[in-house]
């Protein structure tokens, strides 16, 4: 799974070509950390077809204030560069599968 930054975002994540699914965390939050895997194993099942990636809210806070974050974990999905769904909070894995199912 990619890091996304402040300096990536634009390039990796914006002017991707395919669907791209942001994972907005922190250290310190306890969710994040029981969702990460799950947002890891869709990247791996999606391969080539999806870019999933994360974006540690503290080291890069432009980002997270640019989509006005304000809970974590959020996941943005993202596609032509345009957010087309948001998931705020721990879920099961089979519904972000059904919001990506969505825009693929």
Same mark, same amino acid.
């Given at each position: 799974?990619?890091?996304?930054?402040?300096? *990536?975002?634009?390039?990796?994540?914006?002017?991707? @070509?395919?669907?791209?699914?942001? @994972?907005?965390? =922190?250290?310190?939050?306890?969710?994040?950390?029981? $969702? %990460?895997?799950? $947002?890891?194993? $869709?990247?791996?099942?999606? *391969?080539?077809?999806?870019? =999933?990636?994360?974006? @540690?809210?503290?080291?890069?806070?432009?980002?997270?204030?640019?989509? %006005?974050?304000? *809970?974590?974990?959020? $996941?943005?999905?993202?596609?032509? %560069?345009?957010? !087309? @769904?948001?998931? !705020?909070?721990?879920?099961?894995?089979?519904?972000?599968? =059904?919001?990506?199912?969505?825009?693929?």
């Amino acid at each position: 799974m990619l890091e996304f930054t402040d300096e *990536n975002f634009e390039e990796v994540v914006i002017k991707s @070509d395919v669907p791209v699914i942001v @994972d907005f965390w =922190a250290e310190w939050c306890g969710p994040c950390r029981m $969702i %990460g895997p799950l $947002i890891e194993q $869709i990247s791996e099942e999606y *391969n080539g077809r999806i870019i =999933a990636g994360k974006v @540690d809210i503290e080291s890069s806070p432009k980002t997270a204030m640019r989509f %006005g974050i304000r *809970n974590i974990p959020t $996941i943005l999905f993202l596609k032509a %560069g345009e957010v !087309v @769904d948001k998931q !705020v909070g721990v879920v099961p894995k089979t519904t972000l599968v =059904a919001k990506l199912e969505k825009i693929l």
